[in-house]
């Protein structure tokens, strides 16, 4: 069966899964950034071996909405920019999904035996969070790198005399050579906090809803199911997670020394534009997790059985 599948199996049907719902969605995903640093963007422009050039974004407002922010990217930057930072981006799910996703499972059931000695298959709700929390920490660990390189190069202008990256090789090199290690690991502390409750509140979400829809017999388990456990998960994702990610793509944009901590991050934030300043991209964040999601899960469920008739036969 597809749930017994073998942890290695599961890290890859993860990895193959992320990777598809990213190229997908990715332009979702660049209208969500680009919303989220506007106002306060501030471009690095390596000049020379010891020296950056900071040009800073005009404060007026430049995009207006999902629609109006894909449609503005695209007339000025063309369709390409859309996915700009999309290497970047499957570096980052062929690392981080593969272990938040792919390890879950396997977490969930060592938590259960461990803590409460169950081995009959049933996983309470605590163990499911705890299992959540674990997985999504550890990712973010060893993603870290490539989600700073996939912010920036998302939040550059393509084309415009302020782009600084040109690959992402090129982006590891001049952030670590610039700004040190450190650079890569910037926005550690938010980004882990954002992946906690998001893997909470979209995997946890996702594995209590479906089995609640099969255990009730409102559905079965299959591609309906899947759908709408998928809807649900993205939605609770999205509400949770929104605040932290606005402060966990300032902060890894930012220049060295314009924010000491996230939490000055965070109270900067709100000291320039108040509460609703956390929620700025929610609409194209909303509408990016939702469909990532839906992509993510009905593939992720049919690439597992797809591997576990590979197994068997």
């Known amino acids: 069966m597809a749930d017994n599948l073998s942890l290695h199996y599961k890290i890859l049907c993860a990895g193959a899964s992320a990777c598809f719902a990213d190229l997908v969605t ?4 660049t209208a969500k950034v680009r919303l989220q640093i506007q106002g306060e963007v501030r471009m690095i422009i390596p000049a020379a071996e010891s020296s950056v050039i900071i040009a800073q974004s005009t404060a007026t407002a430049q995009y207006r909405g999902l629609i109006g922010t894909l449609s503005t990217i695209v007339k ?3 369709v390409k920019s859309l996915f700009n930072g999309l290497s970047a981006g499957l570096q980052r799910q062929l690392c981080f999904s593969s272990i938040r996703i ?4 396997h977490v969930k059931t060592v938590y259960q035996s461990f803590l409460f000695g169950n081995t009959d298959g049933a996983v309470n709700y605590p163990t499911r969070i705890l299992a959540g929390l674990t997985t999504g920490g550890m990712a973010v660990m060893i993603a870290q790198p490539t989600d700073v390189v996939k912010v920036r190069f998302q939040a550059q202008l393509q084309g415009s005399s302020s782009q600084r990256y040109t690959s992402t090789m090129q982006a590891y090199k001049t952030i670590g050579r610039l700004e040190g290690v450190a650079g890569l690991w910037r926005g550690t502390l938010p980004n882990a ?8 509140a979209e995997i946890v979400c996702y594995d209590i809803v479906k089995d609640q ?4 017999g409102i559905l079965s388990d299959s591609t309906p199911c899947h759908f709408a456990s998928a809807v649900i998960a993205g939605l609770c ?3 949770v997670a929104s ?10 944009n930012s220049r060295p020394g314009t924010y000491r901590s996230s939490i000055h991050c965070a109270a900067k934030t709100f000291a320039e534009g108040g509460a609703k300043a956390f929620f700025k991209g929610f609409t194209p964040s909303f509408c990016r997790l939702v469909s990532w999601n839906i992509v993510m899960w009905t593939t992720f469920e049919k690439v597992k059985v797809l591997m576990a008739n590979v197994v068997d036969s």
């Open 243 to 252: 605040p932290v990610d606005v402060v966990k793509t300032r902060y890894m």
């Open 237 to 239: 994702a999205t509400t």
């Open 213 to 216: 829809f099969i255990a009730r």
């Open 193 to 200: 906090s954002r992946n906690a409750i998001v893997n909470v």
């Open 26 to 29: 990715f332009p979702l995903d």
């Open 102 to 105: 792919g390890f879950y499972d």
């Open 76 to 78: 000025h930057e063309g």
